[in-house]
């Protein structure tokens, strides 16, 4: 079904984190960039279709004005609104905004760490773009930061602080299938495996809380009103996001998954894990009947890889692209 | 990243040590008695109350630097003494173990199971001698409180804060090579195939269930893989069967210790690049190491005869010309301390370097700290042997001053 495309070298490895692999692709100028974090680095890729141009940029994770500092990256992702794209990075230190292409930072904020038991570890993890101008960030202790983005400029402010969960935050997700008809637009996940489903506006609503099973949900994603979550035993679940119900129910891997995503137009699933595999999974959702279906389409197995980032590069799910620990590239696999 | 990771970087490094260290003294046909006073010394040293009291504290990492600081004091806490090459290869092949380990854990919290087998192995060591031995109980209890509580997303995190500081390390290890569990490219080979981990289903089963919580269709699909279901899970207590056998003791007199120095990464190069970069947190680390190494006694070494050499390598040609051939991007480097700024760690710390002198003369020149400290940093021996680049630490005399610059720290 996939077959493997050459591969981009980055400059450093990928490290071991959740989520390690953003895409934004830039249609007008033919282009994709990829973003990898390794340690407190960010390493991004601009590749040009036609495969021939490749150029690259490292970005750190500094706080301004003060030299010396320098923190682990937990996540970066490019965040898509309707009037701009901005790329967040989330450290142990705070959480950073930057232009698209990494070339300006128009947004810094520093995280409160004053009232965290010394032994619990601080950072921001967790970043999605929901609505027309919000930016969701999480925090280890269990907080959504919700910024408001205006549609040009650097005046982000931070509009609301949502406190649900008491665990660190895992992933957040936005409804990602374009339909105006979902009720809820976002779902959050912590490290108990609990998810949390919002309504985003000038206020957030909390519209349904999910329960964990003591199992840390590190990946999720939303489409058409499910919620799939991927969790460290390997299970991924979906649920229907405003009630909570279970539709289904995988025994996806055999080691921690890492990496969730959907392809909008097509019901595309892609999931990667520890265990060196990732899987493309077809998803049906029927609201008439209210049935969810998952047929599983395609395996791809990177040899001795612990595999930490794999997201399709296109919105039909076309084509994906797969990082793993201790690896220098990204690899890209298109449909034959 | 976590700050819960020094103590479990820590004991299984210093476990990995003592096996190497144990199988050497036995191929060196070293007297039974020696072996045991430097292994009993040794464990001494590792478990001191004051060490470890500052070892659980909540913190972050320490460089790689800072750590091979600890571990080189920690290897010449008896009368063993080792060569910069042979203390080279001991490391490469303490950390090359334990990363192994970590990533071939079935589940984040196996690492604590790895720690106990370690720490099991350990308790043997020691068995003969009581008061070494409580403290080992001791530091049982401190892990099991330590860490029992934690949740499955905290040892991931801790994990993953493991990896990164294993991150690029490729080198060769001959045992791995010849066992398959590592290519020759340097990275370790991950199967898919095997029991699943403890909690883990077989992949393979899609459920999909109505509205109503009723299983309707239950469909199959290729794991691609050959998996099988997971094993009993290990005991977490300060006894009883781990089941896994990672962590546990891989050499024997018949399984020597050899590691390749060719064929590592070439991107291990760039990555030393930003590691080599002067680091703006030392400081704060020399403060942490410099109250560490409080509880770390050195042997002195009242008679020349009673110290020895143990050698990692077959024999001292190949310890020698290990040295000259060590590629640059492989080695450990040094920490270099601020001969002027910030006199209160230094101070702390030259006072600390003070009591590790091993004839228990002070260098009589030495007046303003600066000096004092210059004196003293000539102790650290692998300092000097990796600057001036001479051969062992027997080639170092007392008081002689290194000439080199120091590197200022901001």
Not at chain 1, 134 to 155: E, Q, R, T, W
Not at chain 1, 170 to 178: N, P
Not at chain 1, 196 to 209: D, M, Y
Not at chain 2, 143 to 168: A, K, N
Request: a negative charge; hydrophobic letters at 40%; glycine letters at 6%.
């Amino acid at each position: 079904m996939y077959h493997k495309e050459k591969s981009i070298q980055i400059k450093n490895s990928a490290s071991a984190l959740y989520n390690n692999l953003s895409v934004l692709r830039i249609a007008p100028r033919r282009l994709t960039y990829f973003t990898v974090v390794h340690a407190n680095v960010v390493n991004m890729v601009s590749a040009s279709w036609d495969g021939l141009n490749y150029s690259h940029r490292q970005l750190q994770s500094k706080e301004p004005n003060v030299a010396t500092s320098t923190s682990l990256i937990m996540q970066v992702a490019f965040c898509v609104l309707p009037s701009r794209d901005l790329l967040v990075v989330t450290s142990q230190k705070g959480i950073q905004i930057y232009e698209s292409d990494g070339s300006i930072m128009v947004y810094w904020h520093a995280l409160d760490t004053s009232d965290a038991p010394t032994a619990q570890a601080v950072f921001a993890r967790g970043i999605s773009a929901v609505w027309d101008n919000y930016i969701c960030v999480g925090v280890s202790s269990g907080a959504i930061l919700v910024f408001d983005v205006p549609s040009k400029g650097s005046n982000i402010t931070l509009s609301e602080v949502l406190e649900e969960h008491k665990e660190p935050i895992t992933d957040i997700a936005s409804e990602c299938s374009g339909s105006q008809e979902c009720i809820a637009d976002l779902v959050s996940a912590d490290d108990g495996g609990n998810l949390c489903v919002w309504k985003s506006g000038k206020e957030f609503q909390l519209l349904n809380k999910i329960p964990g099973f003591d199992m840390s949900c590190s990946s999720v994603k939303l489409w058409k009103g499910i919620v799939v979550a991927g969790y460290g035993t390997g299970q991924i679940h979906l649920f229907e996001a405003v009630t909570g119900i279970l539709h289904a129910e995988v025994n996806a891997h055999a080691r921690w998954i890492y990496s969730l995503d959907i392809a909008p137009f097509s019901g595309l699933l892609l999931s990667a894990a520890e265990d060196s595999l990732v899987r493309v999974w077809h998803l049906t959702v029927t609201p008439e009947t209210n049935s969810v279906e998952v047929a599983h389409l395609h395996n791809e197995c990177v040899t001795d890889t612990q595999i930490c980032g794999a997201k399709f590069c296109d919105g039909d799910g076309y084509a994906f692209a797969v990082t793993g620990y201790d690896l220098s590239e990204i690899i890209r696999y298109t449909q034959l | 990243m976590s700050s819960r990771t020094l103590p479990l970087l820590f004991i299984n490094l210093g476990g990995e040590m003592l096996y190497i260290l144990a199988q050497r003294l036995r191929a060196q046909n070293t007297p039974a008695d020696k072996a045991k006073k430097v292994m009993n010394d040794i464990i001494t040293t590792m478990f001191n109350k004051k060490f470890l009291e500052e070892l659980f504290k909540p913190q972050e990492l320490y460089s790689k630097k800072a750590l091979r600081t600890v571990f080189d004091r920690l290897a010449h806490a008896s009368i063993m003494r080792l060569n910069q090459a042979s203390m080279d290869k001991l490391y490469d092949l303490m950390t090359m173990a334990f990363k192994y380990q970590v990533l071939l854990c079935p589940r984040p919290k196996d690492i604590l199971l790895v720690s106990f087998n370690h720490m099991d192995a350990i308790k043997d060591f020691v068995k003969d001698t009581p008061n070494i031995l409580s403290q080992v109980d001791e530091t049982y209890q401190q892990l099991v409180e330590m860490y029992t509580p934690l949740s499955s997303g905290e040892f991931q995190l801790i994990r993953q804060t493991l990896l990164i500081f294993f991150q690029d390390m490729h080198i060769r290890v001959s045992i791995f090579l010849k066992d398959k569990v590592q290519n020759s490219n340097g990275r370790f080979v991950l199967p898919t195939c095997g029991p699943v981990p403890h909690g883990t289903q077989v992949p393979g089963l899609i459920r999909l269930f109505s509205c109503t919580g009723e299983e309707v269709t239950r469909l199959q699909f290729n794991n691609g893989g050959n998996y099988t279901a997971a094993l009993r899970e290990g005991s977490f207590e300060t006894f009883g069967d781990r089941v896994t056998k990672l962590g546990t003791n891989m050499y024997s007199v018949s399984r020597p210790v050899e590691t390749h120095m060719s064929g590592t990464s070439k991107n291990s190069a760039q990555h030393t690049k930003i590691n080599t970069a002067p680091n703006p947190l030392a400081k704060e680390e020399l403060n942490l190491l410099a109250k560490l190494m409080g509880g770390l006694e050195i042997q002195k070494l009242g008679n020349a005869d009673s110290g020895f050499r143990v050698n990692l390598f077959a024999t001292d040609e190949e310890e020698e010309e290990a040295l000259i051939t060590r590629p640059d991007e492989l080695s450990y480097g040094v920490i270099n301390i601020q001969a002027t700024k910030d006199q209160q760690a230094n101070a702390e710390l030259a006072k600390i370097m003070g009591e590790f002198t091993e004839s228990g003369d002070q260098s009589p020149s030495a007046s303003s700290k600066g000096d004092d400290l210059l004196a003293m940093m000539d102790e650290l021996q692998y300092v000097q042997a990796a600057l001036i680049g001479e051969g062992g630490w027997r080639d170092i005399k007392q008081g002689q001053q290194a000439a080199v610059s120091w590197d200022i720290w901001q």
